[in-house]
């Protein structure tokens, strides 16, 4: 039996999404957005800021660039220190930010955003879904250059415990945190392209080191087919200590990432399977849980699904990258089996880089 937690749009039969492409899967199955509502473009930043946060059903197209760096006073600190760049010489310096980037744009309930082409770009602003907003899809948005020099400048994606979110054919670059999960919340984020590089790397070396992180107690997770690339850090980072998360994660291809990947706490239970790894430093941490995860290492642990999901698991692939630590613990077998209507199928690693690097991203959908 599901638990009680889980968030299911029931859909009406026959019911078209008008503009939204594909049907949201995985622990987004069901959502739905604004449905039929009819489709329509915000003239300004003004509309649409106000069109996300009201209470009616939408379907927002995003056919141009929304640029919000500017419009609002420009933040301030003093600063002393060398981050992780090493240096004896610590000189005070102000640091100056964007304020529009720190207060990101509110979602409301029943939405669709959706870009037209690859010309739905938000500039300066990221989206912000509080515990009260369900039923979301946000699809072929590029989310841009939110204060990149500044810590804590604003996150692309942030989810407040959101149920039922479909992140589709997306991409975000230039911001603190890409995309943040800050209570428990449910959602698919698939065909989506993580872009770390940067000129103001944290760890010097052109990667961007806070990616993704999954930390809502109760948070349930699809990653699927998404491309993740030049980032060192956090991408994902699943789970915290004192909280308990699902995640499946599944044909991702994770390239030049000259950090950590899956970083994973304990009480997080997760299926990572059909990804495949290719010039990363470090594709797991090693001091990730033994418990809760399973990370189909070879063949046997392949096999070994099965009686689980009545299907065979799908083997990871790694080349030019760091140590592929061995987790087996059935006991996300199990989470999954609870779950089996939400499971993803993925396919075979060795079709997962040509597939992802040709469709994730936007305009590409």
Sequence with gaps: MLASSIFLVLLAPGLAVAQVKGSAYGFAKGVSGGGSATAAAPKDIAELKSWLADATARVILIDKTFDFRGTEANGGQTYIGTLSCGGSNMVATTITWDKAGATALVVGSNKSIVGVGTKGVIIGKGLRLPATT??????NIHITNINPKSV?????????????????????????????????????VSNTEFDGATTTSATCNGDHYWGAMFFGTNDFVTLDRNYWHDLSGRSPKLGADGVSTVVQATNNFFYNNKGRDFDISAGTKALIEGNVFESVITPMTISTAVLNVYNVPDAASATACASYLGR?????????????????????????????NYAVAP?????????????AGIGRI
């Excluded at 061995?326 to 989470?335: C, I, P, Q, V, Y």
């Excluded at 396919?347 to 469709?359: E, F, H, L, R």
């Design 312 to 340: 065979n698991c799908v083997v990871n692939a790694l080349s030019g990258s760091g140590e592929w630590p061995s987790k087996t613990d059935d006991t996300a077998l199990a989470s999954m089996k609870s779950y089996i």
């Design 152 to 188: 804590w400048g604003g996150d692309a994606l942030a989810f407040e415990g959101s149920r039922g979110v479909w992140v589709d054919h997306c991409k975000a670059s230039e911001a603190l945190q890409v995309l943040t999960c800050f209570a428990g919340s449910q959602l698919t």
């Design 134 to 139: 369900t039923n979301v899809v946000i699809q």
């Design 347 to 359: 396919i075979a690693a060795s079709g997962v880089k040509s597939y992802v690097t040709a469709n």
